[in-house]
């Protein structure tokens, strides 16, 4: 029984090594990272090689739908949206496909990226665009498929496809005129009402210049159409610190009136106890 169990031991072992073991892929992954303009792009595929052997035409056939790489299929996401030959793309993850032809690809972004290889069928409804891209032929050979982030501007980048002797590009826009101009636009009309309001109870919370927290209160107020419970709470808290008990009870019952017609029983009660604590009648 000894011997048994020291031999059952010495397989569990050894198939254990075996299974640590790691192999170089064939087709390494490569996840790329580009930041255009204001917008994160992040492309992840697997790179084949061509180890002696003809790519396009052949490996690759000519008018069949390839998954621009290997395994999994090629997946690009945007941050924001943008737009490839004025097909406009939501911020998002999408498959790249292309049919190759002996002079212009055919590249597909496809919104279904949980395809191992290229789909069985190409639903019309997930493609969010379709585009054709002249190739040019180099002077030299690519061992290795390769995307590359070529040409970048504020504004746009291009997506440039190499294996063999073939490469293609293919430009795509992002929105940083629009970002930046949005940007400029907020912050040229000063903080906005959850700016003030933040600043105010940041005051309050921390016990610091509580005047200076009542004049953001009182802006933030002002600018809010209709001022939740919540915000109101707040507000009465910083007059009761001050100690304008009356304002504080003023602002305390409309925050009691508005909890409680929402039904919430935390603030109906700490508006309560406040109001009891203020001599509220």
């Given at each position: 029984?000894?011997?048994?169990?020291?031999?059952?031991?010495?397989?569990?072992?050894?198939?254990?090594?075996?299974?640590?073991?790691?192999?170089?892929?064939?087709?390494?992954?490569?996840k790329?990272?580009?930041?255009?303009?204001?917008?994160?792009?992040?492309?992840?595929?697997s790179?084949?090689?061509?180890?002696?052997?003809?790519?396009f035409g052949?490996?690759?056939?000519?008018?069949?739908?390839?998954?621009?790489?290997?395994?999994?299929?090629?997946?690009?996401?945007?941050?924001?949206?943008?737009?490839?030959?004025?097909?406009?793309?939501?911020?998002?993850?999408?498959?790249?496909?292309?049919?190759?032809?002996?002079?212009?690809?055919?590249?597909?972004?496809y919104?279904?990226?949980?395809?191992?290889?290229t789909?069985?069928t190409?639903?019309?409804?997930?493609?969010?665009?379709?585009?054709?891209?002249?190739?040019?032929?180099?002077?030299?050979?690519?061992?290795?498929?390769?995307?590359?982030?070529?040409?970048?501007?504020?504004?746009?980048?291009?997506?440039?496809?190499?294996?063999?002797?073939?490469m293609?590009?293919?430009?795509?826009?992002?929105?940083?005129a629009?970002?930046?101009?949005?940007?400029?636009?907020k912050?040229?009309?000063?903080?906005?009402?959850n700016d003030?309001?933040?600043?105010a109870?940041?005051?309050?919370?921390?016990?610091?210049?509580?005047?200076?927290?009542?004049?953001?209160?009182?802006?933030?107020?002002?600018?809010?159409?209709?001022?939740?419970?919540?915000?109101l709470?707040k507000?009465?808290?910083?007059?009761a610190?001050?100690?304008?008990?009356?304002k504080?009870?003023?602002?305390?019952?409309?925050?009691l009136?508005?909890?409680?017609?929402?039904?919430?029983?935390?603030?109906i009660?700490?508006?309560?106890d406040s109001?009891?604590?203020?001599?509220?009648?």
């Amino acid at each position: 029984m000894k011997k048994l169990l020291l031999f059952t031991f010495a397989l569990t072992l050894m198939f254990s090594v075996d299974a640590q073991i790691k192999t170089p892929q064939p087709s390494p992954f490569s996840k790329v990272e580009q930041v255009v303009g204001l917008t994160d792009v992040t492309l992840e595929y697997s790179r084949p090689s061509m180890n002696g052997r003809t790519i396009f035409g052949d490996l690759v056939p000519y008018g069949k739908l390839w998954r621009a790489g290997a395994n999994k299929n090629t997946m690009i996401t945007f941050s924001d949206e943008v737009v490839v030959a004025g097909n406009t793309l939501k911020a998002g993850a999408y498959a790249i496909f292309i049919t190759p032809s002996e002079k212009s690809w055919e590249v597909i972004f496809y919104s279904d990226t949980n395809n191992w290889g290229t789909p069985k069928t190409i639903d019309a409804a997930k493609v969010a665009a379709k585009v054709k891209i002249e190739t040019m032929q180099l002077p030299m050979k690519v061992e290795t498929f390769t995307i590359t982030f070529d040409n970048l501007t504020s504004g746009s980048a291009e997506l440039g496809f190499i294996w063999e002797s073939t490469m293609a590009n293919l430009k795509f826009e992002v929105p940083t005129a629009k970002t930046v101009t949005a940007s400029i636009e907020k912050v040229m009309a000063g903080p906005s009402a959850n700016d003030y309001y933040a600043a105010a109870v940041y005051n309050l919370s921390e016990g610091k210049d509580l005047e200076q927290a009542k004049e953001w209160m009182d802006k933030a107020m002002s600018m809010t159409k209709d001022p939740k419970f919540y915000q109101l709470r707040k507000q009465s808290l910083i007059y009761a610190a001050l100690g304008d008990k009356k304002k504080a009870i003023s602002i305390a019952k409309e925050s009691l009136a508005k909890s409680e017609k929402e039904g919430n029983e935390d603030y109906i009660k700490m508006n309560k106890d406040s109001l009891k604590e203020w001599g509220a009648k």
